[in-house]
């Protein structure tokens, strides 16, 4: 059974940090793209970061310089570092599979609440 499960999320200040985690199984990790994506209420879906198997990373212009996104192929985990919150990046957090035959797999999602 494919799955994907973010974990990381919480309630932090504006300014502080936070790492979301993301665990795949192995079926669909490897020679995948990866990708964070993130909803706010009353919004539509975005894409925050993706990343290649190779190592290629890309940002959204909102968080960038912000925001890293790394993954452990080894371990089959995906991760998000944000630094500088901010209340605009209020969101639930998707964790995003998209393997190289095209199949899309979504985790749960988590939800980042940044106060001001």
């Known amino acids: 059974q494919v799955q994907l499960v973010e974990s990381g999320g919480g309630l932090v200040q504006a300014g502080g940090s936070l790492t979301l985690s993301c665990t795949a199984s192995k079926s669909i990790f490897s020679r995948s793209i990866m990708r964070w994506f993130r909803q706010a209420p009353g919004k539509e879906r975005e894409l925050v970061a993706s990343m290649t198997s190779g190592g290629v990373t890309r940002y959204a212009d909102s968080v960038k310089g912000r925001f890293t996104m790394s993954r452990d192929n080894a371990k089959y985990l995906a991760y998000l570092q944000m630094n500088s919150l901010r209340p605009e990046d209020t969101a639930v957090y998707y964790c995003?599979?998209?393997?190289?035959?095209?199949?899309?797999?979504w985790g749960q999602g988590t939800q980042v609440t940044v106060s001001s």
């Open positions: 995003n599979c998209l393997t190289t035959s095209n199949a899309d797999y």
